[in-house]
């Protein structure tokens, strides 16, 4: 398994950017799949987004599609999450997770391994 940690988390206002950062260790990085997830409070953990191991491959949940893009850089071992025209309901703490192979459609947390410890984004209006 890998482990991540992600950074880049912040305070931002409405229609603003982050990128969120997601560093693997392990010598395998580029055979997982990663994902994000986000967790609002009092909210379920929801899928995001996420990318197959070349990076040929990418979904989006509709909440963000068009806004977010994900992308990976398997020499840096490393996966981000680029977030635009952000807005409040993105509040939340966001995850990075991994799966190992794959390259289907994988929305559900079941589906991952390994999970960073999360980034607070907070979204101002």
């Known amino acids: 398994q890998v482990q991540l940690v992600e950074s880049g988390g912040g305070l931002v206002q409405a229609g603003g950017s982050l990128r969120l950062s997601c560093a693997a260790s392990?010598?395998?990085?580029?055979?997982?799949?990663m994902g994000w997830f986000r967790q609002a409070p009092g909210k379920e953990r929801e899928f995001v987004a996420h990318?197959?191991?070349?990076?040929?491959?990418?979904y989006y949940a509709d909440s963000v599609k068009g806004r977010f893009t994900i992308s990976r850089d398997n020499a840096k071992n490393t996966a981000y999450l680029e977030m635009n025209s952000l807005k409040p309901e993105d509040t939340a703490v966001y995850y990075c997770?991994?799966?190992?192979?794959?390259?289907?459609?994988?929305?559900?947390?079941?589906?991952?391994?390994?999970w960073g410890q999360g980034t607070q984004v907070t979204v101002s209006s």
């Open positions: 990318i197959n191991w070349s990076g040929g491959i990418t």
């Open positions: 392990g010598r395998t990085f580029s055979s997982y799949t």
């Open positions: 997770a991994a799966r190992y192979l794959g390259s289907n459609y994988y929305p559900n947390s079941a589906d991952y391994v390994s």
